[in-house]
């Protein structure tokens, strides 16, 4: 499985992002699928999940109510809208797949495959 992230950038404070993932593969609807950010000197930390078919969602309690994660398993991509950015979203963002059919995994540990991460940068 590969997984190729974009549509970071830079906003400012209360803009909004969209990025998308696109995964390599035919069997993209059979995976679990998740965010994960970065920031400088801090370790990976757990943004949002989907399950296979898209129908439930989990959310950190830091982006719940301004991030959106969304699957269209026909273009074997998923999605993260951002709202309401603020400074302390700044991070790499990482898309990544959990390819052995687990219930909204929220542990890094628990996805195998990785993008390369995309930048997200909101100025104050």
């Known amino acids: 499985v590969q997984l190729q992230a974009c549509g970071g950038g830079l906003v400012q404070a209360g803009g909004s992002l969209r990025l998308s993932c696109a995964a390599s593969?035919?069997?993209?609807?059979?995976?679990?699928m998740g965010w994960f950010r970065q920031a400088p000197g801090k370790e990976r930390e757990f943004v949002a999940t989907?399950?296979?078919?898209?129908?439930?969602?989990y959310y950190a309690d830091s982006v719940k109510g301004r991030f959106t994660i969304s699957r269209d398993n026909a273009k074997n991509t998923v999605y993260l809208q951002m709202n309401s950015l603020k400074p302390e979203d700044t991070a790499v963002y990482y898309c990544?797949?959990?390819?052995?059919?687990?219930?909204?995994?929220?542990?890094?540990?628990?996805?195998?495959?990785w993008g390369q991460g995309t930048q997200v940068t909101v100025s104050s």
């Open positions: 593969g035919r069997t993209f609807s059979s995976y679990a």
């Open positions: 990544a797949a959990s390819v052995l059919g687990r219930t909204l995994p929220r542990s890094s540990g628990l996805y195998e495959y």
């Open positions: 989907i399950s296979l078919s898209g129908a439930s969602t």
